[in-house]
């Protein structure tokens, strides 16, 4: 279990494996993502300016996967941490779907953007909500610029990374659920929560395996995140302080 106090701080990272129970595919392991895909062939700047339509074909496919997706108990359990704890929760995810919105959550930090928006590869016009799938033609601006995925492709730099700063600054709980700990920034957050805490600050990881950055949680709670994710807390503690 999780102790968490009146004056805990929570920061929450998650990852592809949180939305796996929900039937959207994780990238590495068995039947992962990008198994059947080049990275670099579908997934960054190269890619985009060799070939905008395949890019397009990829991010379509993924749209067209989500369609139907409900989230999971883990989601669930993590729209009702943040009803307990308001703005003492911080919710940072990895992934691009919209499953954690879909549960309930309201104040998520996408910060490898998100599926259904998409944004001009030119100008500087906000990224909008997108639903369509592009297929057979890449889509363009007024500018003439084209449309692209509004996601964090690798090779350029993740969303919201100051304000991700400021909260890895002053949790007291840092919680990681379903991510291999491989992909940077997010798995050096782990050493920079530790490392900036005045307090102790206690590191968990909640998911089936251990993560590659194993040696810097106190505890790894092994399992599936829908099934441990909603036993990890003392719900009627927290209602108790809850905002
Ligand atoms: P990975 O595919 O690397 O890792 C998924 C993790 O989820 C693995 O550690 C699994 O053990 C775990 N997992 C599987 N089923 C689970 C379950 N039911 N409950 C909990 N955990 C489970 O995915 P990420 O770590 O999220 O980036 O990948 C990080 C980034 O790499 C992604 O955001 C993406 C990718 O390339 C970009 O596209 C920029």
């Known amino acids: 279990m999780i102790d968490i106090g009146v004056s805990d701080r929570v920061f929450v990272l998650t990852g592809a494996g949180v939305s796996a129970e929900s039937g959207l595919p994780t990238f590495r392991g068995a039947g992962g993502l990008w198994r059947g895909y080049r990275v670099e062939d579908v ?36 729209a009702k941490l943040e009803k307990a704890l308001g703005e003492r929760l911080f919710l940072c995810t990895q992934n691009v779907d919209k499953l954690h919105e879909q549960a309930g959550s309201r104040r998520v930090v996408h910060m490898h953007g998100r599926l259904f928006q998409s944004r001009c590869d030119r100008c500087d016009r906000p990224p909008f909500d997108d639903e369509n799938c592009y297929e057979d033609h890449v889509p363009r601006c007024d500018c003439g ?16 990374l100051e304000r991700i700063a400021r909260e890895l600054e002053r949790c007291t709980v840092f919680m990681a659920v379903g991510t291999s700990g491989v992909v940077y920034p997010a798995a050096a957050f782990v050493a920079q929560a530790r490392a ?32 441990s994710l909603p036993r990890l807390f003392h719900w009627s503690q927290l209602s108790a302080i809850s905002v």
Not at 197 to 211: D, F, N
């Open 145 to 160: 610029g084209q449309i692209r995925p509004h996601i964090c492709w690798f090779g350029e730099m993740p969303y919201e």
């Open 43 to 78: 997934a960054s700047p190269v890619a985009w300016a060799r070939d905008p339509l395949m890019v397009w074909q990829f991010y379509s496919m993924r749209r067209k996967a989500h369609r139907g997706k409900q989230p999971n108990p883990a989601h669930l359990a993590l």
């Open 196 to 227: 900036s805490g005045k307090q102790r600050v206690r590191t968990y990881y909640v998911g089936p395996e251990e993560p590659a950055n194993r040696a810097l949680f106190n505890e790894c709670f092994l399992g599936k995140a829908g099934e």
